[in-house]
Nanobody
Framework: QVQLVESGGGVVQTGGSLRLSCAAS????????MGWFRQGQGKEREFVAA????????VYADSVKGRFTISKDNAKSTLYLQMNSLKPEDTAVYYC????????????????????WGQGTQVTVSS
């Protein structure tokens, strides 16, 4: 089991930037792949970005390509999501998640592949 705590959410204007963080504990950090998902009000939870255990494979949703960057810092056991050029449609609760069964180079956009989830952090982009 992995414990995950998100932070860094807030309110920004259209075109602004935020960096989300996800602090992990409970298992060695490199033993699992990680991802970001989001859920807007009245909408389904959707995939945003994911990174492999090796950090050499990364996948983004089409809606955020070129604007968001996922990365991780093994020394700090922390996952990041840098969000630039934010739009009102990016408004959502953002969740990080851990895939405990991933092989070293594997990456997945399927929410059912993820085992443990954080409580989420709110991102609001004003128009």
């Amino acid at each position: 089991q992995v414990q995950l705590v998100e932070s860094g959410g807030g309110v920004v204007q259209t075109g602004g930037s935020l960096r989300l963080s996800c602090a992990a504990s409970g298992r060695p950090f490199n033993d699992y792949a990680m991802g970001w998902f989001r859920q807007g009000q009245g909408k389904e939870r959707e995939f945003v970005a994911a990174i492999s255990r090796s950090a050499t494979r990364i996948v983004y949703a089409d809606s955020v390509k070129g604007r968001f960057t996922i990365s991780k810092d093994n020394a700090k056991s922390t996952l990041y999501l840098q969000m630039n050029s934010l739009k009102p449609e990016d408004t959502a609760v953002y969740y990080c998640a851990a895939n405990l069964r991933a092989s070293y180079f594997a990456v997945s956009s399927a929410k059912n592949d993820y085992d443990d989830w954080g409580q989420g952090t709110q991102v609001t982009v004003s128009s």
